[in-house]
């Protein structure tokens, strides 16, 4: 099997690699590019813990194959962060110990951050069902809808 | 250690306040190192190749094929291991097979290779000839003398004769006499419940990094509940010494039990030591399923008597306990937990543990007492309705308190049940009004807590900051903890202490982070630590004033004189003493190792709403209130969080999780889509009561708080959908299925 | 002791022990009791005032403890 040449933008920056045809964007992305933030937790796109976003959308990088990332712009949570401000929501994680033991953490942020860029004021239960495909086994989620709401709120206050 | 007496009344600076975590910063931006995100130069991919069968035995394997595929560099059968000691003998056995395949997803075989394409399909290419045998999944079934016996010879002596070998064990606990004690009874509940065997369901897979070289030293890279008992069992089932074996824990993502041993770590060190490469392996999630520990399903019979004002007069119990194919259910926890919460004069509990053609059980959270609880509960719930009293007063008027004779013998010290249950009775969820179609349920929960082996090793920084080394995995906030104690302790602002787990080669011997233990046992370390580094600072600042050093006291972070011989100096901070460490002696530290005594027993009752849907037989949670004694709640964001998802892994055994096997013994249901742990659209949140009742074996009074969370919601939940649903409901999952089922029978 | 170390000992639920250590105690057990010997090697914990202890051989046990014998605990 020969390689497919990518190119992509990955968290704004021009990114160039080899995959093989039946390689995911989750193996591309931990393998290849040392981006091991996005973390298979299923395989199947039942979890939500290798969420990245493709144009903005909300995507489980372990069902798209890494070629077809091709021209598009691909969002991981190391690009969540500017530099060394945090993001809200991830400041917000850490204030409120949204947190447990962590691995969930990326995928839910990163669907957190397209559900506030598409609603900026989103209630209990379209956070609950927007986040419905972020598995967590630590939290009960109770932690993680605060800090999601409480970030909104934030967000529109200073907005 | 005791509990200080001016903890009852202290006034704590950094105990009880919400400062971020340590491993914060490095968990929302992806940068913290979990199992699978290490590698190493010249890496091999390890893949595991297992059984189809339920019960087969293992006629030969012929791995010349897969050996001949270019890119392959070692096939591993048990053929590679040696004779290991009796007691690593079913932990090796669970990992690699030797004469028989005991469950679907049973290790046979594995293989190093140079990408993970190439291990795929070389693990195809081993030749696996199965004799395959019957069967049996069911624990009531494996209890039949007729059954399949899995092994002969594993039959303790506690067990009578001519049961089948697929009994192990029989444990009995309990005082007084339960046929005397029904007799004074107005009413008994004899019933049978059920719950399936569900998963810990962590969300990040078992993963490991092995490196051994041809001079016998190994480095080994996992996710675990803890590396000192890794690098033990490794050791033991290698034939390496411990000395020669460094392990160092990654950031785990989950293991509620479920990491407390190993799985792929004996198979990576022993492909690694054969291919002479560092060799990384990782499950898929069935993987995961299929072949790393669920806990027991359990089939228990419950007789409890009950005085038409609520007194229970005697509470039997005997619980069957599955915990696969290797004997160590536990059903002992089960039996010895099962009527714990009461003060009773006459109680007696049975416990047999079975094997059968399913993984091996690993602890899952308060290990076996989630469904001994769901049985007693539901009954004292049953027969409280009936006699239409209050099921919390019913609690209140039996349960245990200090004094008590405990259902498994001690005495029990200070403990918090009665003030979970007065916060319940008085918290407004009591009182809410419910609509139709809606229950609410209550029950208690209890666990033991542990100590054991601990050391931490406490390091001053020339420029005076503090460095904390500890040997438990931290899996959900306990760093923050340590930090925390640390901080109170010296008197120093928490910021600049900063705790990190230190690897095995480190350190002394740990017990793993179980038990509820690490907060308790770790933190106390973490006190005496610190309190051995402040006497060496007061010694040194003695020296310098020229003073005894009985007449220096440390407070808020400074030694100070103290005393009618002590003289006039200006305290000294804990900076300045570090400034000159090297001119009155060295570096200074503090450490402490210990194996630690005086966990404190822990409690709670949980109350929550539900409705049931009659057309769909689904359930949804509407309210959910925990209240649970803490001891001592030292972060409180962490006791909170672990209150919440106790309970909510709880909400998932109660209402969908659950093993499903076929006939052929295959597991159906591998995968997160078929195994439905709850999500986030599924629940409300959950509100959280922390009592504080000082431990009396601790400092600051912490008890743990990890585990006792998922003991009651198994019943509260099920008490809730038999009152919405109008059906006494016995067997759990209580899938929409069983209850419509439920609901047609009446 | 509990109910299956009872059996172990000839039925016996309490038992009279000369011990000042945890130690002693387990060490007069297995003497007094050969039936016992399985469940000790299995590992047990101990129960002293209400507290519980693993391995601790010097805990000393005072002439008016309650002493119980506990199946090993196991935790998650």
């Known amino acids: 099997m020969s390689q497919i040449h990518v190119t992509t933008s990955i968290n704004g920056d021009q990114t160039e690699f080899l995959c093989e045809p039946?390689?995911?964007?989750?193996?591309?992305?931990?393998?290849?590019?040392?981006?091991?933030?996005?973390?298979e937790g299923c395989g199947t796109g039942d979890c939500g813990a290798c969420s990245v976003t493709v144009d903005g959308r909300v995507v489980c990088s372990c069902l798209m194959l890494g070629a077809e990332a091709e021209g598009h712009d691909i969002g991981t949570i190391e690009g969540m962060a500017e530099g060394d401000k945090l993001h809200p929501l991830q400041e917000k994680f850490l204030q409120e110990a949204a947190l447990q033991c962590g691995i969930c953490t990326p995928g839910i942020l990163v669907a957190a951050k397209a559900l506030l860029e598409h609603n900026p004021a989103p209630t209990e239960e379209e956070t609950r069902y927007w986040l419905a495909g972020n598995l967590c086994r630590c939290t009960g989620y109770d932690k993680i809808i605060r800090a999601v709401m409480d970030t909104a709120e934030d967000m529109r206050r200073a907005s | 250690m005791a509990l200080d007496d001016r903890s009852k009344t202290r006034d704590f600076k950094v105990i009880g306040t919400r400062p971020v975590r340590p491993d914060g910063i490095d968990k929302v931006t992806g940068r913290a190192k979990f199992g699978a995100d290490a590698t190493a130069p010249g890496m091999l991919t390890g893949r595991v190749l297992r059984s189809p069968h339920p019960h087969a035995r293992i006629r030969r394997i012929d791995a010349s094929k897969a050996e001949a595929l270019p890119g392959v560099k070692a096939v591993v059968t048990r053929a590679d291991f040696g004779e290991v000691p009796e007691d690593v003998f079913d932990?090796?056995?669970?990992?690699?097979?030797?004469?028989?395949?005991?469950?679907?997803?049973?290790?046979?075989a594995a293989v190093a290779a140079s990408s993970p394409a190439v291990a795929k399909r070389a693990a195809k290419l081993i030749e696996v000839e199965y004799e395959p045998l019957p069967h049996v999944t069911d624990v009531d079934e494996a209890m039949k003398p007729e059954a399949p016996a899995l092994h002969e010879g594993r039959t303790e002596e506690t067990v009578p004769e001519g049961m089948s070998p697929n009994v192990i064990s029989r444990v009995q606990f309990g005082h007084g006499d339960i046929e005397a004690g029904l007799a004074q009874a107005d009413r008994v509940v004899e019933r049978t419940y059920r719950t399936a065997a569900t998963h810990q369901g962590y969300i990040e897979p078992h993963a490991c990094l092995a490196s051994m070289g041809p001079d016998g030293q190994a480095d080994l890279w996992c996710c675990t509940q803890g590396h000192y008992l890794v690098r033990n069992t490794c050791a033991a089932i290698l034939g390496m010494e411990q000395g020669q074996l460094r392990v160092t824990a990654s950031e785990i993502g989950g293991g509620f039990g479920g990491k407390t041993t190993v799985f792929l770590e004996p198979v990576a060190l022993a492909l690694s030591r054969k291919a002479g490469r560092p060799v990384k392996m990782v499950m898929s999630r069935s993987e995961v399923l299929r072949a790393s520990g669920p806990t027991a399903s359990s089939s228990v019979d419950v007789r409890i008597g009950m005085t038409k004002d609520?007194?229970?007069?005697?509470?039997?119990?005997?619980?069957?306990?599955?915990?696969?194919?290797?004997?160590?259910?536990?059903?002992?926890?089960?039996?010895?937990?099962?009527?714990?919460?009461?003060?009773?004069?006459?109680?007696?509990?049975?416990?047999?543990?079975?094997?059968?053609?399913?993984?091996?059980?690993?602890?899952?959270?308060?290990?076996?007492?989630?469904?001994?609880?769901?049985a007693v509960e539901s009954a004292i719930d049953e027969l409280a309705k009936g006699f239409g009293l209050d099921p919390l007063e019913v609690r209140l008027k039996n349960g245990a308190d200090e004094g008590t004779k405990a259902s498994y013998g001690p005495t029990y010290p200070a403990i918090g049940l009665m003030a979970t249950l007065e916060a319940a009775k008085s918290h407004p969820h009591w009182s809410a009004p419910l609509g139709k179609g809606q229950g609410r349920g209550v029950a208690c929960g209890f666990w033991f807590n542990f100590g054991g082996d601990t050391c931490v090793s406490l390091n001053i920084t020339p420029d005076g900051t503090v460095t904390v080394s500890e040997g438990n995995p931290d899996i959900g906030g306990s760093r923050a903890s340590m930090t925390m104690m640390a901080a109170e302790e010296l008197g120093i602002p928490y910021d600049q202490v900063r705790t990190i787990i230190a690897d095995t080669g480190s350190l002394g011997q740990n017990e793993v982070t179980d038990g509820s233990r690490v907060t308790f046992a770790v933190g106390l370390a973490t006190i005496e630590a610190a309190r051995n580094a402040k006497r060496e600072m007061c010694r040194r600042a003695a020296m310098v004033w020229g003073i005894d050093e009985e007449a220096v006291v440390w407070e808020d972070g400074a030694a100070r004189p103290s005393g009618p011989n002590a003289g006039e100096h200006p305290p000294m901070t804990l900076a300045e003493i570090a400034a000159i460490a090297s001119n009155t002696g060295g570096p200074i530290a503090g450490h402490y190792e210990v194996n630690a005594e005086g966990a404190g027993v822990s409690f709670a009752t949980h109350m929550v709403d539900v409705e049931v849907d009659r057309d769909?037989?689904?359930?949804?949670?509407?309210?959910?209130?925990?209240?649970?004694?803490?001891?001592?709640?030292?972060?409180?964001?962490?006791?909170?969080?672990?209150?919440?998802?106790?309970?909510?892994?709880?909400?998932?055994?109660?209402?969908?999780?659950?093993?499903?096997?076929?006939?052929?013994?295959?597991?159906q249901n591998p995968g997160f889509l078929d195994y439905r742990v709850p999500v986030a659209s599924d629940l409300p949140m959950i509100d959280t009561v922390i009592l504080e009742i000082p431990n009396p074996g601790h400092p600051y009074g912490v008890r743990g708080v990890g585990e006792t969370s998922i003991v009651p919601p198994l019943a509260a939940i099920a008490n809730a959908v038999s009152e919405a649903a109008g059906v006494r409901m016995t067997d759990l999952p209580m899938s929409p299925p069983r209850i419509l089922a439920a609901i047609e029978n009446g | 002791m509990w109910g299956s170390l009872a059996e172990a000992a000839d039925g016996s639920t309490e038992v009279e022990i000369?011990?000042?250590?945890?130690?002693?105690?387990?060490?007069?057990?297995?003497?007094?009791?050969?039936?016992?010997?399985?469940?000790?090697?299995?590992?047990?914990?101990?129960?002293?005032?209400?507290?519980?202890?693993?391995?601790?051989?010097?805990t000393p046990i005072k002439p008016d403890s309650e002493v119980v014998l506990l199946r090993r605990l196991k935790g998650g």
């Open chain 3, 18 to 58: 000369e011990a000042g250590t945890l130690r002693e105690l387990l060490d007069g057990l297995a003497g007094e009791y050969p039936g016992l010997a399985p469940e000790l090697e299995r590992g047990i914990s101990v129960a002293i005032d209400g507290r519980v202890y693993n391995d601790s051989w010097f």
């Open chain 2, 616 to 667: 769909t037989g689904a359930t949804k949670i509407l309210r959910y209130t925990v209240f649970q004694d803490a001891g001592k709640a030292v972060h409180p964001s962490y006791v909170e969080g672990q209150f919440q998802g106790g309970a909510v892994q709880g909400i998932g055994w109660a209402l969908n999780e659950e093993y499903i096997y076929g006939d052929d013994g295959v597991l």
């Open chain 2, 310 to 374: 609520g007194r229970i007069t005697a509470g039997f119990a005997e619980l069957r306990y599955q915990g696969g194919a290797y004997p160590g259910s536990p059903v002992d926890m089960g039996s010895m937990s099962a009527f714990a919460p009461y003060d009773l004069e006459n109680v007696r509990t049975v416990g047999w543990d079975i094997v059968t053609n399913r993984p091996k059980q690993a602890a899952y959270r308060a290990p076996g007492a989630p469904m001994a609880a769901f």
């Open chain 2, 91 to 108: 932990i090796l056995d669970n990992c690699m097979a030797g004469e028989k395949a005991l469950y679907d997803g049973h290790a046979v």
């Open chain 1, 22 to 39: 039946d390689e995911t964007l989750l193996d591309v992305l931990r393998d290849r590019l040392g981006l091991t933030g996005s973390k």
